[in-house]
């Protein structure tokens, strides 16, 4: 079965400092991975996602990802934080094309001032 | 525009009652789920369908009856609603196929609050 963890539940950094949130994947085949982004009261929205092409995903708002298989790891990073990334962030994992995502327990972004 | 829409987008009821969501995609996709986002913000899948068929049903109470009359359109029907159905339902969908994972889209959710 797949399974992701997100290590901190809350990530607070300051306007302008690097955002690294922590995405570990268990997975018994070769994982898709995918992080989400939620606003609060809104929807979810995709900001990047592995599906076994290149190592370093870059995706929308200036986030990026990197598979590493030999961390089992897939964190988000962003080089400087600006006060609209707070929101709630969802890794998730699904095995195949059509399979179920599962998600982590997600983290919350504060960014102060 | 294209997108996954749910309605509606608030749900308040009494305890007892039955209602409905809607979900409705026009991505071409081929694939539907149900997930669920209790008030901790964790998500769980519920139901998948693949063109019409029922793939995924998670351990769900049977008050919950997923209906799919076509591959465009996937409706929650919940039967007896209890209080800790309070939570929100966000739609999904995937296209499968060619060994791919294109990626899921998720509509914008519903609110379901129960009294």
């Known amino acids: 079965a797949q399974s992701v963890t997100q290590l901190g539940s809350h990530v607070s950094v300051s306007e302008g400092a690097l955002v690294l949130l922590r995405c570990n994947y268990s997975?018994?085949?070769?994982?898709?991975l995918f992080w989400y982004v939620q606003y609060p009261n809104q929807g979810l929205q995709l900001l990047l996602k592995y599906t076994s092409a290149a190592t370093l995903v870059k995706g929308i708002n200036g986030f990026e990802a990197e598979f590493k298989k030999s961390e089992t790891s897939f964190h988000l990073t962003k080089p400087s934080a600006h006060m609209s990334d707070a929101a709630e962030y969802f890794c998730a994992v699904s095995k195949s094309s059509g399979d179920k995502l599962t998600f982590g327990t997600g983290t919350r972004l504060a960014v102060r001032p | 525009d294209t997108a996954v829409s749910q309605t509606p987008k608030y749900l308040v009821t009494q305890m007892g009652n039955d209602k409905s969501i809607k979900c409705e995609q026009n991505?071409?996709?081929?694939?539907m789920y149900w997930y669920k986002q209790d008030s901790k913000k964790f998500l769980k899948i519920m139901f998948s369908y693949n063109n019409k068929e029922l793939i995924i049903n998670e351990t769900v109470p049977n008050r919950f009856s997923p209906k799919s009359p076509d591959k465009a359109h996937l409706n929650l029907h919940i039967n007896s609603l209890e209080l800790g159905d309070s939570a929100v339902y966000f739609c999904a969908s995937s296209l499968t196929g060619g060994g791919r994972n294109y990626g899921y889209t998720f509509g914008s959710g519903t609110r379901l609050t129960v009294v």
């Open positions: 997975s018994s085949v070769p994982p898709y």
């Open positions: 991505l071409g996709h081929d694939t």
